[in-house]
């Protein structure tokens, strides 16, 4: 590890000196996501998704404080990318609690990332960072950096500069870190000429996703099952636990839904207030004589976030909005067409369109529904146990009259080599790989489960190749096909550097005193390493 952290250090000072720009844009590309979505009316994104409402501190680092504020915003853009966006689709609350738990650990380790590169002399600059915001698109009005914009997203987001600053900082060290790795553990000729054999030989498979928590959805529970389920001895206990560690699947805050149409004015300027106001006095005349509110609101609103939609900004609870535009939104007759109403963004006509009451039910008023949850659950792991049994058995008729069952499909993969980082539309890592390449025609079925998250991947025989002519290829001349060896090799780079960037950060935690509120702890997927 001696000699790995001398060429980090190398390669980091190098890359810093030599690349800055780039080291910019890709340290902040997940980043620069997130700032297009945080601004709540503005944006269509709310304070309250935001978590900038929330105080107290989520974790302390070395004595460095992770407040809840920013633990929730994070969470917020993190579920905000489709790629985590995509765990949704397994029910339950795997998703916010895994999405809840690597926001956590990403702040927790950047923290750590940006204090262990001051230490080895590297920083970013105050031009770096301005630099950065400067660049972010939700930042800008015809194409040049709007400051009013700026003060505005700070403003909406309660934070001062200073700390969304010190926040775009600890991203670009991160990201510097990472990348500086990734250049230092490129593949030497030797393992280049390797992978050039290796990525002659390729593999076809054919895989099924099972989602391992739900196979078997509460739907499916006759009510018998139900009531010899609440008659075991351990049953109330059981339906406690799950209602106490599950409550935000029943409480529900009071919510609201309105249109609105927004008509903006710069603050500051006297005649654009006065200007903005009479054009939202004149909307509320042709709206209060029959006017259309979605037609008017598409024609006319200049909220982004809401204009497309007939001005519809669906259900939220307290505490997700402005507060002249929230307390209106929960205190005026559904049906109502508001006075103009100004925030900081200029002038609102609202009309509140439905509200919901709060819910917070008893245990007793949903414990049918716990039950039928978790008898579901029950059956899942019998059948995913059974699936594991056959498959150590090579009961191929089982697998199958498994898969039949439960109406999964089978699907192709196509030819991948021995270097993918994972089989193409099935996923599943190195691991599914390394399976697949083992497969044959007398033993087409993989002995187990690939787990990732909350599916498990189940992997069967296509083919198996080898291309003797791709293999002898040398470097001149190259073809698609050694276009995309190369791409292999720097991605394999790519993967090196992230394995020996994980095994950093993980020293760091090990030598850091880091510790969790309770409370954050209990809603996330595992708590970070401390």
């Known amino acids: 590890m001696s000699s790995q952290m001398s060429q980090f250090r190398s390669s980091l000072k190098n890359a810093w000196r030599n690349d800055r720009r780039q080291l910019l844009r890709s340290a902040t590309a997940w980043f620069l996501f997130g700032a297009i979505i945080v601004v709540f009316v503005f944006w269509g994104l709310t304070p309250q998704q935001a978590g900038v409402t929330q105080g107290g501190t989520a974790a302390q680092v070395d004595g460095e404080i992770v407040s809840m504020a920013e633990f929730a915003e994070r969470t917020e853009i993190m579920s905000q990318n489709p790629n985590f966006a995509q765990l949704e689709q397994f029910g339950g609350d795997f998703a916010r609690r895994y999405i809840r738990q690597q926001a956590l650990q990403g702040l927790v380790d950047e923290r750590l990332l940006s204090k262990s590169l001051q230490k080895i002399g590297v920083s970013t600059s105050d031009a770096q960072v301005r630099d950065t915001i400067t660049g972010i698109q939700a930042f800008q009005e015809d194409g040049r950096f709007s400051h009013t914009r700026y003060l505005s997203y700070l403003q909406a987001t309660r934070q001062d500069a200073g700390s969304f600053e010190g926040k775009i900082r600890r991203q670009l060290a991160a990201g510097l870190a990472a990348r500086a790795f990734s250049a230092a553990l490129k593949p030497i000729p030797q393992e280049s000429k390797l992978l050039k054999e290796l990525e002659a030989i390729k593999a076809n498979v054919e895989g099924v996703s099972i989602p391992t928590e739900n196979l078997v ?26 209602f106490e560690t ?41 709206l209060k004589a029959g006017a259309d509110f979605a037609k008017l609101a598409k024609e006319k609103s200049e909220d982004p976030g809401s204009k497309e939609n007939g001005g519809l900004i669906d259900f939220f609870a307290r505490g997700s909005m402005v ?16 006075a103009p109403i100004q925030t900081d963004f200029g002038f609102h006509v609202i009309r509140v369109e439905e509200r919901r009451s709060a819910k917070n039910p008893a245990l007793d008023d949903v414990k049918e529904d716990i039950a039928e949850k978790l008898v579901a659950q029950e059956k899942t792991r019998e059948e995913i146990q059974a699936l594991e049994k056959a498959l150590v058995d090579g009961q191929a008729d ?27 539309k099935l996923g599943g890592g190195d691991e599914a790989v390394g399976l697949a390449l083992k497969l044959t025609a007398a033993q087409p079925l993989a002995k187990k489960l690939v787990r990732q998250g909350p599916a498990a991947l189940l992997l069967k025989y296509k083919a198996v190749t080898a291309d003797a002519k791709v293999a002898a290829k040398g ?42 509120a309770p409370e954050v702890a209990q809603g996330t997927q595992a708590a970070v390493e401390e």
């Open 217 to 242: 959805i509460a739907e499916m529970i006759p009510a018998a099952q139900v009531k010899e389920f609440l008659a075991k001895p351990d049953a109330e206990a059981r339906l406690k636990t799950y």
């Open 398 to 424: 089982a697998v199958q009259s498994f898969v039949a069952k439960h109406k999964l499909k089978w699907t192709e993969s196509g030819n991948f080599s021995v270097t993918a980082s994972a089989i193409p």
């Open 475 to 516: 470097d001149a001349g190259k073809t698609d096909a050694g276009k995309d060896a190369e791409a292999a090799r720097e991605a394999q780079a790519a993967r090196r550097g992230e394995e020996v960037f994980g095994h950093w950060v993980a020293e760091l935690r090990k030598s850091a005193k880091i510790s969790i």
């Open 323 to 338: 507060p002249e535009f929230e307390t209106y939104a929960f205190s005026a007759k559904p049906g109502e067409i508001s």
């Open 246 to 286: 599950h409550k935000d699947e029943f409480v529900q805050a009071e919510k609201a839904k309105v249109r609105h149409i927004l008509v903006r004015a710069e603050k500051g300027n006297a005649d654009a207030v006065a200007k903005a106001k009479a054009t939202a006095e004149a909307l509320v005349k042709e």
